[in-house]
């Protein structure tokens, strides 16, 4: 039987080590682009990365590590060539020029083309195009280099300006469209919103593929879309969940990534309301990442910059299942449980008694717990501490609760009490 299973493409990775970002932030984030890439569709065989104060005005990197990307190319099959930060347009353009047939990306690209895969609402998918076309604009000199040899006299415009400026009107005019377009979406959600003022609101943030999703369909107990990818969610869900006699909503939101592009987040200023009209919000964490705190301070940076720090919020600590002890103090756990746990993330074995005990009795004696006035440590996939959770997230709902509705007749919280139905986001 013949496999006519297409290959996926291939790429190769770019980044820089300068005095705002060390090796080993570099590597970090190079395996978070490569998580990217594989995200979209892309096999990563190699990944290059050079020291420089910063980066190229004409090509990003220097000269002769330019010359080494190119020998790589000569002697091994790849698709496109991904940077981990923002290209200019200038840089794009000569950066074709040096790998000819080879397509160039750049870090907002990447993730654009990934929210254009995973958009799936109408609004997320204009939200989308929107962003595409404001990335597109200022580059859109690149599109027509094969007629700049084309000259006209004095007071005259060759036709390449002539294309260029067509193009550009054209853009412009789509821009103004998509905008028109999403404000009319944006104020039927705000429609949608007002008549849930009602009830209590929760929003999940969290950097993205901490466990937003997988925590949502544990907490509403319906079928959420969770993926071990990064953006497997970009539109905002919203169910209906009671914990006691109390209901509330909980709305699972995109989530943030490090250089974030700036036109994603005007775009998705709708989605982002969520965040901004919830009355609590519950920050998702994944523990076991080993960059975890720089994650949580991106988080924080981003709903400052959207004006949604001051709200009460739950600080998870999620993926409790796979956090590895650090070194300095694996000496001092009990490992004497037979029984052994193999994570395939970690490519490590864990006793069970160290993760489910000792692992967790260390972590609540940490400063974590001083980063939020209310921290819980969870595994959502194995249901590992919920109730705990469930009992936080009860006391900060039911204070709210009781402010719209003074009158309200208290039901202690007990499991039978708890249950979750849809309800459209």
Do not use: C
């Not at 107990?221 to 990818?229: G, H, I, L, Q, S």
Request: hydrophobic share 40%.
């Amino acid at each position: 039987m013949i496999d006519n299973t297409k290959p996926p493409e291939t790429a190769v990775l770019v980044a820089l080590i300068t005095q705002k970002q060390t090796a080993d932030q570099t590597k970090e984030y190079l395996d978070e682009l490569a998580f990217l890439a594989e995200t979209s569709g892309v096999k990563t065989i190699k990944s290059f990365t050079q020291k420089l104060d910063h980066p190229d005005n004409r090509t990003f990197v220097g000269k002769g590590k330019l010359e080494e990307i190119q020998m790589f190319i000569l002697d091994n099959p790849v698709d496109s060539i991904i940077f981990d930060d923002d290209l200019t347009p200038s840089q794009v353009r000569n950066l074709e020029a040096s790998f000819k047939d080879i397509k160039v990306l750049d870090r907002s690209l990447l993730i654009l083309n990934i929210f254009s895969m995973r958009a799936q609402t109408a609004q997320s998918r204009v939200q989308v195009e929107l962003a595409q076309y404001q990335y597109m604009y200022p580059r859109l000199t690149r599109m027509w280099s094969h007629l700049t040899s084309q000259k006209g006299g004095v007071g005259m415009r060759g036709p390449g300006e002539k294309e260029l400026e067509t193009d550009r009107r054209i853009v412009k005019d789509r821009i103004a469209f998509l905008k028109e377009k999403l404000a009319k979406i944006d104020k039927q959600s705000q429609t949608r919103r007002k008549e849930r003022d009602r009830l209590v609101r929760v929003a999940l943030v969290g950097y993205t593929n901490v466990g937003k999703s997988t925590l949502m369909r544990t907490m509403a107990k319906t079928d959420v879309f969770a993926e071990n990818k990064l953006f497997a969610t970009v539109d905002s869900t919203v169910r209906k969940v009671t914990l006691g006699n109390i209901p509330f909503l909980l709305t699972d939101t995109v989530g943030f990534i490090r250089k974030l592009p700036t036109m994603l987040i005007e775009s998705f200023k709708s989605t982002l309301d969520e965040v901004r009209e919830a009355d609590i919000l519950v920050h998702v964490v994944d523990v076991s990442h080993p960059n975890f705190e720089e994650q949580i301070e991106v988080v924080n940076a981003t709903l400052a910059d959207i004006k949604a720090a001051d709200k009460p919020m739950v600080l998870v600590f999620n993926k409790m299942d796979r956090f590895v002890p650090k070194d300095e103090w694996t000496e001092s756990l009990n490992s004497s449980d037979d029984e052994e746990f193999t994570d395939s993330h970690e490519e490590v074995i864990v006793p069970i008694a160290v993760r489910r005990k000792t692992a967790l009795e260390y972590l609540k004696k940490t400063y974590l717990t001083q980063k939020a006035d209310y921290v819980a440590f969870i595994s959502a996939e194995t249901g590992e501490n919920i109730g705990e959770l469930r009992e936080l997230l009860y006391d900060l709902v039911k204070e709210r609760h009781y402010q719209i509705y003074p009158n309200w007749l208290h039901v202690p919280l007990t499991e039978s009490a708890e249950y979750g139905d849809g309800l459209a986001g």
